[in-house]
């Protein structure tokens, strides 16, 4: 074939946001400071979970385990992303992107499935309460939590056997801060059709997917609350949901807006935009998010901290 005399790529040029030096030095420094919030506070989550008793629960289990989905998916993107806005050559190696890609979409196909079996989780404890310790035991969350690795591997395996052997010959310009899937295989000197709608099916079965089982589980929520006589009964009931709802709603509609819908004209600095929102914004909310509505976390919260002072207190006395 005519592509196998042309030169292989070994380096991707990644253009970024394309702004000027004052801008981008704004732009680097706003990253930054989320990226960073978004590495604190998603930790403090999973080190609240791991000792504190009372978050022993399926349910910050699973919050936990989003936040350490938070920290890896970011951490494969932001810091190239953060390197390359002072860098003269915006580049990364062959095999370090189709890396980034690999692990970027393999996380977030995880992190959609963890959605999805939360909502699950409270659907469990608002519907079925009386059996709700019995339903979601130890071993029930632990195989739900693998189910969630092993669905994302096998949703992304086509696109990805697909994808790996196609030919890059140039150019090797990515309109993009990270190694997406849709400016990376714009690169390709091959027919791509196939690979693009493995693509879209993936990304269709993935987000509708699991859109529809979250949709199908508040939707007997929402019926099973309707019916309590109290409102105040009612309000307790939905307290529990809202944090979730709000992280369902952030994670799907800006992914649904980027992979979903149909390609038509330019449409790669909005999906940028879209992308940060998914990728360093979201996650920087999510500790926020779940822990200024939850009593239980702020008080864990209250407790370490007292912890804290009270041991450099001592020290101070000692002295």
Do not use: W
Request: glycine share 4%; hydrophobic share 50%.
């Amino acid at each position: 074939m005519e592509y196998k005399n042309k030169t292989r790529v070994t380096e991707f040029i990644l253009l970024g946001f394309q702004n000027e030096k004052g801008v981008e030095l704004l732009l680097f420094v706003v990253f930054f400071l989320m990226y960073v919030t978004s590495l604190i506070g998603n930790t403090m989550i999973i080190i609240l979970v791991c000792v504190d008793y009372r978050l022993h629960s399926p349910m910050y289990f699973f919050v936990a385990n989003l936040s350490f989905l938070e920290v890896t998916i970011t951490s494969t993107v932001v810091p190239k992303m953060l390197v390359n806005t002072f860098s003269l050559r915006k580049v990364i190696s062959f095999s370090g992107c189709l890396t980034q890609s690999f692990f970027y979409f393999l996380l977030g196909s995880t992190e959609f499935f963890i959605l999805a079996v939360m909502s699950f989780d409270r659907y469990v404890a608002i519907c079925n309460p009386l059996r709700y310790t019995i339903i979601m035991n130890k071993q029930t969350c632990l195989l739900l939590l693998l189910g969630s690795y092993v669905g994302a591997f096998l949703v992304m395996f086509p696109s990805s056997i697909l994808t790996a052997p196609l030919p890059f010959c140039g150019p090797n310009v990515i309109n993009h801060f990270f190694c997406d899937s849709a400016p990376v295989l714009k690169l390709v000197c091959a027919d791509i059709s196939l690979a693009e709608l493995a693509d879209f099916i993936s990304s269709a079965v993935l987000l509708l997917g699991s859109l529809l089982l979250t949709g199908v589980s508040y939707t007997y929520i929402v019926i099973t609350i309707l019916r309590i006589p109290s409102v105040q009964g009612r309000q307790k009931a939905f307290s529990t949901c809202i944090s979730h709802i709000t992280v369902v709603t952030l994670y799907y509609g800006s992914s649904i807006f980027i992979y979903v819908r149909p390609k038509k004209g330019n449409v790669m600095d909005v999906n940028k935009f879209a992308t940060v929102l998914n990728t360093i914004v979201t996650p920087m909310l999510n500790p926020f998010i779940y822990s200024l509505r939850n009593e239980k976390v702020k008080e864990s919260l209250r407790n370490i901290f007292n912890i804290y002072m009270g041991r450099i207190t001592n020290l101070k006395s000692q002295k």
